[in-house]
């Protein structure tokens, strides 16, 4: 997947003259959270990439462009092809965070309301409707789960969208997202342990092959150097 730096770009396409702000910016919101979920996972955390948005004039299209060796547009169509054409399986560098931005965009798709919407990509067009939304809530079900802990580097820390954080688990050698409680304190004591290894206990998800992807941190300490 990796190779020579390629521009890419994401389109987010309303099909209509006017839309509402509010479900404008989710979608926009939603979009950019899965574009940078997929980018986190085909990078391993470590290729900082800066998407940057552009609007075409006399429309209500937003482009998400950037420089990468990483086909993430490709990644992107893929999974969400997958998922709007029924199949359950998680998409490959789709991870729950990414799944729930897929929820998102589908449920906003409304062409009765006046919200027509796909996504577009070098003159090819993706529909996200309810159908993928559908399949992205079962792909998140775990096969799995259980109280455990996991060591590794933090690796991401995002205050947005939303606040995210990814362990490079030492295990297992896999990203697994993180998810915190709302905790001012927890957050400040996360952010300071960027870059370092840690260790994290409480509930974990597995996928189908053991590994774990979602924890839902209870308790969390940075370890010695």
């Known amino acids: 997947m990796e190779g020579k730096m390629k521009k890419q770009e ?8 006017q839309v509402r702000a509010d479900k404008f910016m989710s979608c926009l919101h939603a979009l ?11 990078s391993g955390g470590t290729e900082k990439i800066t998407w940057t948005i552009s609007v075409e004039k006399s429309s209500v299209k937003v482009a998400l462009t950037a420089l990468s060796p990483f086909d993430i547009q490709g990644a992107v169509f893929s999974g969400i092809g997958q998922l709007e054409n029924g199949k359950t399986q998680r998409p490959r560098y789709f991870t729950d965070d990414g799944l729930e ?4 965009l589908g ?19 993706q529909l996200v409707s309810l159908a993928a939304a559908s399949s992205a809530e079962k792909a998140m079900q775990p096969d799995k789960e259980s109280y455990g802990s ?17 362990i490079h ?3 297992t050698e896999r990203n697994v997202h993180c998810v915190f ?3 001012d304190q927890a957050e400040r004591a996360v952010i300071d342990a960027f870059g370092s290894r840690v260790a994290a206990w409480g509930k974990i998800h597995y996928r189908s092959d053991g590994t774990p992807s ?7 300490k940075p370890l010695a150097k």
């Open 101 to 104: 931005f897929v929820q998102k």
């Open 32 to 42: 950019y959270g899965l574009v940078r979920s997929v980018t986190v996972e085909m």
């Open 214 to 220: 979602r924890l839902y941190v209870e308790t969390f």
């Open 150 to 166: 996991l060591r590794g580097l933090l690796g991401t820390v995002s205050v947005w969208p939303g606040f995210h954080v990814v």
């Open 181 to 183: 409680a709302d905790d």
């Open 10 to 17: 994401i389109c987010l396409y309303i099909k209509s003259p």
């Open 107 to 125: 449920k906003s798709n409304d062409p009765k309301g006046g919200f027509p919407m796909a996504l577009s990509s070098n003159g090819t067009v």
């Open 169 to 171: 688990d030492e295990a």
